[in-house]
């Protein structure tokens, strides 16, 4: 077994390390795997109290074990410190109980699946936004992080503000410019918060005798929604992951190929974490013939294409923000047939000839039968409508990358991030009278990636783009997965810019694509701007709260 990870090589990154009191790391080490590292696991919890730990953590500034003390352990109704007490003394004999046995369905089956029936739940703290993207790129995992919506990033974490110093900048002459370029943003995010909340107050007064933590909340929000274009991508998140050893295993094989040092050594963390709760499914990953090959294969692929991409023609044509490149003429004639499927005992090509001899308006109606009468956005047709995919080209701010990049069903790809396709500037700013200070903050950063770029490489350049930069990225996902994406991201309290291209993808689906009846069914779709969208969610839940609140 590895060391844990108290005992690794020093880190090349400063992470901020969180003061405990005895008495406080005595609980703690009971249910992490440590107490001092950023990177940890869970054990010994309740799945139900795993789930409610990463879902309050995506809206607080607390790091997971301090939230652990202040709002779960101390909670009579979860029983913590009584399953604390009935812990003592035997957790290494479980996991050495539990290693025993998926070791002799290893070498019974040999079949990679096992390693599907093992989980763990790891904590990952102050990550870059461009390591969150890393981790956050297989499917077949639950991730839940940080929101840029609900949190102000103008408090500072252990005496700085909350970014990553790469170890390629710090070790070069470009750190001093670094760190003064990115605490300017960070300066600019803190003075301009209270000038945007004051704005959309002004602009959306509450109603009378409003005025309360929903309101405020909204208003927040609203202000967050514009201001996040200020964080770099070098902005320090929260991410907690839910995932099978094999997925891991994946995950991690990809991270030690990677050309950044903070996601290499994020991994080696990692797996010292992971080991101490499912080691039997990642013994692979450093072993020379298995897993340092693998990971030698990925970076050798990434090299290859860098050198072929460098010799492509440009510069980029231009394009709009929401580009249909590719989508299927027959494709509701397909549909209609893949939703008769599953009721009729004809073979599959036999039904599409019969759904290309009817009418456009039969068509329609079979699809409509198929939608059904949905009572609201969750209730969603079946897998006949994955028989038909459109593929979009988008050019968005990094931002509503972030946001949509979530959606992992889909086949998602991105491009490096970058200066070239220039930044946006929200209304709500200009509208503040604060356009020249974000122009100002952009170019300064803009600035400062060419310099990084030009001495340390794009790799590492990415670091100090702000998210209101443009990045280029396709989706590419059946009408099934639009239906999701498509309602989930118009609703009122999304952010604006995701709203307005997810309803651009729904109206080319519609008119390009001229799947009309396949965009009727998505009923749910909304593009009319609610002012504060967040409003009328945060009331409901604040009527919910005063139902716990009386026991109702």
């Not at 002012?531 to 009386?550: D, H, N």
Request: overall charge neutral.
């Amino acid at each position: 077994m590895p060391p844990p990870a108290s005992d690794l090589t020093p880190s090349p990154i400063d992470y901020h390390r969180e003061e405990f009191t005895p008495e406080e790391s005595a609980v703690l080490s009971r249910f992490f795997t440590n107490t001092t590292e950023p990177v940890f696991a869970l054990v010994n919890l309740p799945e139900v109290v795993k789930g409610a730990l990463f879902a309050r953590y995506s809206r607080t500034t607390s790091s997971l074990r301090r939230l652990f003390l202040d709002e779960f352990y101390a909670a009579p109704e979860l029983g913590m410190a009584n399953l604390a007490a009935a812990l003592e003394g035997d957790q290494a004999v479980r996991l050495q109980r539990a290693e025993a046995l998926y070791d002799r369905i290893f070498g019974e089956y040999g079949d990679d699946s096992v390693a599907q029936l093992g989980s763990a739940h790891l904590a990952c703290e102050q990550a870059s936004n461009l390591l969150t993207k890393v981790l956050e790129r297989g499917r077949l995992a639950s991730y839940l992080e940080q929101s840029t919506r609900y949190l102000r990033f103008d408090r500072p974490l252990g005496g700085r503000y909350r970014y990553v110093l790469p170890p390629e900048v710090a070790a070069s002459a470009l750190a001093t410019d670094y760190r003064r370029t990115l605490d300017a943003l960070f300066t600019t995010y803190s003075g301009l918060v209270q000038r945007l909340e004051d704005h959309y107050r002004r602009r959306y007064p509450p109603d009378a005798g409003e005025g309360g933590a929903a309101y405020r909340s909204s208003l927040r929000a609203r202000a967050c929604d514009d201001l996040r274009g200020l964080l770099p991508a070098a902005t320090l998140s929260h991410l907690g992951i839910h995932a099978s050893g094999q997925a891991y295993e994946a995950l991690l094989l990809r991270m030690r190929a990677h050309p950044l040092a903070e996601v290499r050594d994020y991994a080696a963390r990692m797996l010292a974490e992971l080991r101490l709760v499912i080691p039997a499914f990642l013994r692979r990953v450093d072993r020379a013939d298995r897993g340092v090959a693998w990971s030698r294969y990925l970076a050798d692929i990434a090299g290859r294409m860098e050198q072929v991409a460098a010799q492509l023609p440009g510069p980029a044509e231009p394009r709009p923000e929401v580009t249909l490149v590719e989508w299927d003429p027959e494709g509701e004639a397909k549909v209609a047939a893949a939703v008769l499927y599953p009721y009729a005992g004809l073979p599959d090509d036999q039904l599409l000839r019969h759904a290309r001899s009817l009418s456009p308006g039969e068509i329609a109606r079979l699809i409509a039968a198929a939608a059904g009468e949905r009572g609201n956005r969750r209730h969603k047709p079946g897998r006949g409508m994955e028989r038909v995919s459109y593929r979009f080209d988008l050019l968005c701010d990094y931002g509503i990358f972030r946001d949509l990049q979530r959606h992992r069903l889909l086949t998602i790809d991105w491009q490096r991030l970058g200066t070239a396709h220039g930044f946006v500037t929200p209304d709500g700013v200009e509208e503040a009278g604060a356009g020249a200070e974000w122009r100002r903050a952009m170019e300064e950063a803009g600035a400062l990636h060419a310099r990084l770029a030009g001495s340390l490489g794009p790799q590492v350049a990415q670091y100090a783009v702000p998210f209101a930069y443009r990045v280029r990225f396709y989706l590419h996902l059946n009408a099934r997965e639009a239906f999701h994406l498509l309602e989930l991201r118009t609703q009122p309290g999304g952010h604006a810019g995701y709203r307005r291209v997810c309803a651009e993808m729904h109206r080319l689906i519609e008119e390009q694509a001229g799947h009309r009846a396949i965009s009727a069914a998505m009923s749910f779709v909304q593009s009319a701007d609610e002012g504060l969208g967040r409003l009328p969610g945060e009331r409901r839940a604040a009527v919910r709260r005063g139902r716990a609140v009386r026991g109702d």
